[in-house]
């Protein structure tokens, strides 16, 4: 019993310690793989297949008498059990041919049965199928709905022990071709917390070795990092570079706090990674650890005690998401449209708005590129003290240039943090640079949820990110993956 305690222990540790290096070398989520592949099924009819055995004259003819039993009333005896078998004969050939035809009756019934479910089958088969080629079409030019449930599909395609919790929110940006996933990591609990199970002969009992919590912490750490590194893998094996160029993940954990008995979610890790930098990977020999700090990630330097790093995006994606702009464009939406705003109007607007987000005190500062510039100050944490804002009416992409520029008037004015707004999107050069340094980036759909959730009005950015072209019949839109 003790030998077989250990032996189901340490296979869970071997498991946990393959949790990077077993999906390495399995294939990719393709969508044909998704694909139902419908095979008719055989028609199994059972004894319905098989004909009744045919009555025989044989089973029923009466032995003629023969000799001397021929005499003394053997043939009259012989006649009369002739005629008896005769008729039964004919019944039973009777019955045969009814319990023939009943059995043709049930046997056609239920051919016609099977081929009613196999024209069903086959028919949702193909319903399903043209969904998958139609979530196809939309992944190669990039559509987000289409991105975010075949990404969905790749984790719930990713096997994990029972004991792991499988929950994820995935959100995608088009406009910077990347993926963002907030991914709930297994609670601390799953690493074993007995290394070994003993048998006492002398008080026939079974003792626990306990696992060092020093080693329960450095499994726990290796852990998380294995799983960050897979679903990695997993998310860029599946997908070409033309739809994701880089993947953010946050990992988070549901937990008691042991210092105050409450319920948390902290993150422990945030990896922002390039797809260039995943593919000069080789995982199946990293350290997850030293890899993760490799791919400059944000991981808690003591995963196990709960302690949280800072996501590098949070995951309000999907409310923040640019809509398509045509109709708004085109004069048919009543809401006020941004770009109609002129400065005076659009700097009041942005400051209403800081102010009801917590800003205390608002001075505006002479701006030289023609955007709206303020300083605010607050004692809450969004603003983090002295505040620079900056405000652009742009219908395009903001690239690194504007934010890099933010920095140096940020330094001028001794602020603590920055804030750039913007009507319409950034780069993801710009989110990395902001991220390092205390910037904060609103782009227009975020705008657009803050002034309604803060002031009540619901306004449109009148700018949208410009939409993938669709690939031409000669275009190269994947390598072995989901488009081949």
Request: glycine fraction near 4%.
């Given at each position: 019993m003790a030998e077989a305690k250990t032996a189901a222990v340490t296979n869970e540790v071997r498991i946990l310690d393959g949790i990077l290096?077993?999906?390495?070398?399995?294939?990719p989520l393709t969508?044909?793989?998704?694909?139902?592949?419908?095979?008719?099924?055989i028609f199994q009819p059972g004894n319905l297949a098989t004909p009744l055995p045919e009555p025989?004259?044989?089973?029923f003819a009466p032995v003629e008498p023969q000799g001397f039993a021929r005499w003394f009333g053997g043939m009259g005896r012989y006649r009369w059990a002739l005629k008896e078998a005769q008729d039964a004969f004919e019944v039973a050939k009777a019955d045969f041919r009814l319990a023939e035809d009943k059995r043709l009756a049930d046997l056609g019934a239920a051919k016609s049965e099977h081929d009613r479910k196999v024209e069903s089958a086959?028919?949702?088969?193909?319903?399903?199928?043209q969904s998958i080629e139609a979530r196809r079409n939309g992944f190669a030019l990039g559509e987000a709905e289409a991105v975010e449930w075949f990404v969905d599909r790749v984790l719930r395609a990713s096997t994990y022990p029972k004991s792991f919790p499988r929950k994820w929110q995935v959100a995608y940006r088009p406009e910077n071709r990347d993926v963002v996933?907030?991914?709930?990591?297994?609670p601390q609990e799953v690493v074993p917390a007995v290394r070994e199970y003993r048998y006492v002969k002398t008080r026939?009992?079974?003792?626990?070795?306990?696992?060092?919590?020093?080693?329960?912490?450095?499994?726990y750490a290796r852990l998380i990092a294995s799983i960050a590194l897979r679903t990695l893998h997993e998310i860029f094996h599946a997908t070409p570079a033309e739809v994701i160029e880089a993947v953010v993940l946050n990992g988070r954990v549901s937990a008691t706090d042991r210092a105050t008995g409450k319920k948390v979610r902290p993150h422990l890790i945030s990896v922002e990674a390039e797809r260039s930098a995943y593919e000069d990977l080789h995982l199946a020999?990293?350290?997850?650890?030293?890899?993760?700090?490799h791919l400059n990630?944000?991981?808690?330097p003591n995963p196990f005690d709960l302690e949280a790093v800072e996501p590098f995006i949070a995951f309000d994606l999907k409310r923040f998401r640019f809509v398509d702009s045509a109709e708004e464009l085109a004069g048919l939406d009543s809401r006020r449209n941004l770009l109609t705003l002129s400065p005076t109007e659009f700097e009041h607007l942005v400051k209403d708005l800081f102010v009801a987000m917590g800003a205390e005190a608002w001075r505006t500062v002479p701006s030289k590129d023609g955007g709206v510039d303020a300083v605010a100050t607050s004692k809450n944490l969004f603003f983090g003290g002295v505040c620079l804002i900056q405000a652009k009416r742009w219908t395009k992409l903001v690239g690194l240039d504007a934010v890099h520029a933010l920095t140096g008037v940020m330094t001028d004015h001794n602020a603590t943090t920055g804030v750039l707004v913007t009507t319409s999107w950034f780069s993801r050069t710009s989110e990395q640079f902001a991220q390092r340094n205390r910037i904060t980036l609103i782009n227009g759909a975020e705008l657009k949820h803050l002034i309604k959730q803060h002031l009540g009005v619901d306004v449109v950015p009148g700018t949208s990110p410009p939409k993938r072209p669709r690939p031409s019949d000669n275009t190269q839109t994947g390598r072995d993956g989901p488009l081949g």
């Open positions: 290096v077993s999906a390495v070398a399995l294939p969508f044909d793989r998704l694909k139902a592949g419908f095979q008719a099924p025989t004259w044989n089973q086959r028919s949702a088969a193909a319903a399903y199928d996933v907030e991914l709930e990591l297994p026939d009992t079974i003792n626990t070795i306990p696992r060092p919590s020093g080693e329960v912490k450095q499994r020999e990293v350290d997850p650890a030293a890899c993760l700090k990630a944000l991981v808690s």
